[in-house]
């Protein structure tokens, strides 16, 4: 599998976001069992113009420092003090944008997923289980034992813990206004939401 490149990522925030349906998620373990993901559900966020963002108006703390990164870094943050959350870092290195992977399916090694995320096989789960495996960032961040010891990574080398392959493109793509940011003013209202049928 060919491993975007980092002038995938050094694009407008978007397009990336809308052009990373599809693609492989790979998740190299320690023992080098990669568990394989298609991205199914993206959000862009602008960090100079976008209230939603945790890098508004170039805002640097040690917590958003992997958002002024390069390109094709990944960008792994807590939220409520126990869901991990995966961003691509884009656009150019001091640029704080990124996408945050909101939801993905099971490729590969979807046993080993579903015990990081329920404890049992995948042919064991419930239909509710299986209804939402991965359909949320701290989901799948479970799923693929991804914590912030994988913040600051680069996602563009094939020998690291975690790199995006390029796959299928999707045969329809929604748009729509990203979820849980209603704090953020006009940017509630952005239509920085893709997803397609996992």
Same mark, same amino acid.
């Given at each position: 599998?060919?491993?975007?490149?980092?002038?995938?990522?050094?694009?407008?925030?978007?397009?990336?976001?809308?052009?990373?349906?599809?693609?492989?998620?790979?998740?190299?373990?320690?023992?080098?069992?990669?568990?394989?993901?298609?991205?199914?559900?993206?959000?862009?966020?602008?960090?100079?113009?976008?209230?939603?963002?945790?890098?508004?108006?170039?805002?640097?703390?040690?917590?958003?420092?992997?958002?002024?990164?390069?390109?094709?870094?990944?960008?792994?943050?807590?939220?409520?003090?126990?869901?991990?959350?995966?961003?691509?870092?884009?656009?150019?290195?001091?640029?704080?944008?990124?996408?945050?992977?909101?939801?993905?399916?099971?490729?590969?090694?979807?046993?080993?997923?579903?015990?990081?995320?329920?404890?049992?096989?995948?042919?064991?789960?419930?239909?509710?289980?299986?209804?939402?495996?991965?359909? *949320? &960032?701290?989901?799948? #961040?479970? /799923?693929?034992?991804?914590? %912030?010891? +994988?913040? !600051?990574?680069?996602?563009?080398?094939?020998? *690291? &813990?975690?790199?995006? #392959?390029? /796959?299928?493109?999707?045969? %329809?793509? +929604?748009? !729509?206004?990203?979820?849980?940011?209603?704090?953020?003013?006009?940017?509630?209202?952005?239509?920085?939401?893709?997803?397609?049928?996992?």
């Amino acid at each position: 599998m060919d491993v975007l490149t980092r002038d995938f990522y050094d694009r407008d925030t978007v397009t990336v976001a809308r052009e990373l349906l599809g693609q492989q998620l790979v998740r190299v373990l320690e023992d080098g069992t990669r568990l394989i993901c298609r991205i199914t559900e993206t959000e862009a966020y602008v960090g100079p113009i976008d209230k939603a963002c945790h890098a508004y108006q170039y805002k640097r703390t040690r917590r958003t420092e992997t958002l002024f990164a390069p390109p094709g870094t990944a960008y792994i943050y807590l939220i409520y003090g126990m869901y991990h959350c995966l961003n691509f870092v884009t656009e150019p290195e001091g640029e704080p944008c990124a996408v945050l992977i909101r939801g993905a399916e099971a490729v590969t090694n979807g046993d080993i997923i579903a015990e990081n995320r329920f404890g049992c096989k995948y042919g064991e789960l419930t239909a509710y289980q299986r209804k939402n495996f991965l359909n *949320g &960032p701290g989901k799948l #961040c479970r /799923g693929l034992d991804l914590t %912030r010891a +994988q913040n !600051g990574v680069s996602l563009t080398e094939a020998d *690291g &813990p975690l790199y995006v #392959c390029a /796959g299928p493109s999707p045969k %329809r793509v +929604q748009t !729509g206004t990203r979820i849980g940011i209603d704090y953020a003013q006009e940017a509630v209202d952005f239509p920085w939401r893709f997803w397609t049928e996992a």
